[in-house]
């Protein structure tokens, strides 16, 4: 299941990228608006990240329902900062995360780190970066990860922003994104 941040919908090139590759290996996908953006078909969340969290429980038990086997959680930046957050309170919900440009911080303020649950995420995660993130740095990423007690990979992308996709080639990011995530969940 893949999710969206704060200033997009599931619709977004990275999702539908993402999903189309990840589908052509035999996997199934499901895109989907976290509540805030079913409400509200433009701008920002509106502070309620806990109803964001039920939603995304509301679908994986569904997708539970539809789909045997293995289910994981991705997330771009707000989606995958819920999603992990989920994950560290129930981890039960999903084998794995797939946490695409962690907003580890608000840009230009690395003194408001958003790592207190990383303490309790028992569910392994592959997160994903570009070297030039504002939201963390690679060394910040890195640094922040250690913290996770689970099984945890990090990949960056050289030259791409908190969008993840170059304007010069964003299909070859795209893939190098894809192929990391099935080696990820590869290694159980």
Same mark, same amino acid.
């Given at each position: 299941?893949?999710?969206?941040?704060?200033?997009?919908?599931? @619709?977004?090139?990275?999702?539908?990228?993402? /999903? !189309?590759?990840?589908?052509? *290996? &035999? %996997?199934?996908? #499901?895109?989907?608006? +976290?509540?805030?953006?079913?409400?509200?078909?433009?701008?920002?969340?509106?502070?309620?990240?806990?109803?964001?969290?039920?939603?995304?429980?509301?679908?994986?038990?569904?997708?539970?329902?539809?789909?045997?086997?293995?289910?994981?959680?991705?997330?771009?930046?707000?989606?995958? @900062?819920?999603?992990?957050?989920?994950?560290? /309170? !129930?981890?039960?919900?999903? *084998? &794995? %995360?797939?946490? #695409?440009?962690?907003? +580890?911080?608000?840009?230009?303020?690395?003194?408001?780190?958003?790592?207190?649950?990383?303490?309790?995420?028992?569910?392994?995660?592959?997160?994903?970066?570009?070297?030039?993130?504002?939201?963390?740095?690679?060394?910040?990423?890195?640094?922040?990860?250690?913290?996770?007690?689970? @099984?945890?990979?990090?990949?960056?992308?050289?030259?791409?922003?908190?969008?993840?996709?170059?304007?010069?080639?964003?299909?070859?990011? +795209?893939?190098?994104?894809?192929?990391?995530?099935?080696?990820?969940?590869?290694?159980?």
């Amino acid at each position: 299941m893949l999710t969206h941040g704060a200033g997009a919908n599931c @619709r977004t090139p990275l999702l539908v990228g993402l /999903a !189309e590759r990840i589908c052509s *290996a &035999g %996997l199934w996908v #499901l895109r989907c608006d +976290l509540p805030f953006r079913q409400e509200r078909a433009f701008g920002p969340p509106r502070g309620k990240p806990d109803r964001d969290q039920q939603g995304l429980k509301r679908a994986l038990e569904f997708l539970g329902t539809r789909a045997g086997g293995r289910i994981y959680l991705g997330g771009h930046s707000y989606g995958g @900062r819920q999603g992990s957050m989920l994950a560290a /309170a !129930e981890p039960e919900l999903i *084998a &794995g %995360l797939l946490l #695409l440009s962690y907003p +580890l911080h608000p840009p230009a303020k690395p003194d408001q780190m958003r790592t207190a649950h990383f303490q309790n995420l028992r569910t392994p995660a592959l997160f994903v970066s570009g070297t030039k993130d504002e939201f963390g740095t690679v060394e910040e990423m890195t640094a922040a990860i250690k913290l996770i007690p689970a @099984r945890t990979e990090f990949f960056s992308l050289e030259g791409a922003g908190h969008s993840l996709l170059p304007k010069k080639n964003p299909e070859e990011s +795209l893939d190098l994104i894809a192929n990391k995530f099935r080696e990820f969940i590869a290694q159980r």
